[in-house]
Antibody
């Protein structure tokens, strides 16, 4: 059974940093491209970042470029999101999602809540 | 950047057919995916690549895509279908590839 389990969320002050993790199981993690998607309270889905299966190709949404860094450790079956210079508008539930063959997100984690507030 | 436009809300009576649209410039040339999200839960893929269904998704869910509009159709709507629905594409047309989501449509079952 495919499972994605996020962790690392919490309350952080504006300007602070946080590192999210996503533990993958039930599939060959190193063969799949992965993404982070977030959802602000009461709002829609917003794509955050993409990483290829090897980690060699990375993309970011303009809203996080230069502040967030996506990475992965295929030996540990884990995906990460380092978030720096956090702003109030980064407050959201952050989901990791596996990219399917045709660009869909076929599996999602349960999400981890990040709250940026003083 | 590429924009996907969805109606904020759609209402339908049980047993009827719900159609949720997703508009985008020449979206018919892209592969469109649809997600269902119920309150407090993660999104679930219900249609991928315009019209294919993942295993476990009822045949009542179907999709189409042509021209500037993609459509998610839910036949014989049930109370349990009440949720937010999002369309999504991969935008590789610019020098800044990325994923685009529609704003979401709240389906209300009357």
């Amino acid at each position: 059974e495919v499972q994605l389990v996020e962790s690392g969320g919490g309350l952080v002050q504006p300007g602070g940093s946080l590192r999210l993790s996503c533990a993958a199981s039930g599939f060959t993690f190193s063969s799949y491209e992965m993404n982070w998607v977030r959802q602000a309270p009461g709002k829609g889905l917003e794509w955050v970042s993409y990483i290829s299966s090897s980690g060699s190709t990375i993309y970011y949404a303009d809203s996080v470029k230069g502040r967030f860094t996506i990475s992965r450790d295929n030996a540990k079956n884990s995906l990460y999101l380092q978030m720096n210079s956090l702003r109030a508008e980064d407050t959201a539930v952050y989901y990791c999602a596996r990219r399917g063959i045709v660009g869909d997100f076929d599996y999602w984690g349960q999400g981890t809540l990040v709250t940026v507030s003083s | 950047s590429y924009v996907l436009t969805q109606p904020p809300s759609v209402s339908v009576a049980p047993g009827q057919t719900a159609r949720i649209t997703c508009g985008g410039n020449n979206i018919g040339s892209k592969s469109v995916h649809w997600y269902q999200q119920k309150p407090g839960q993660a999104p679930v893929l219900v249609v991928y690549d315009d019209s294919d269904r993942p295993s476990g998704i009822p045949e009542r869910f179907s999709g189409s895509n042509s021209g500037n509009t993609a459509t998610l159709t839910i036949s014989r709507v049930e109370a349990g279908d009440e949720a937010d629905y999002y369309c999504q594409v991969w935008d590789s047309s610019s020098d800044h590839p990325g994923v685009v989501f529609g704003g979401g449509t709240k389906l209300t079952v009357l």
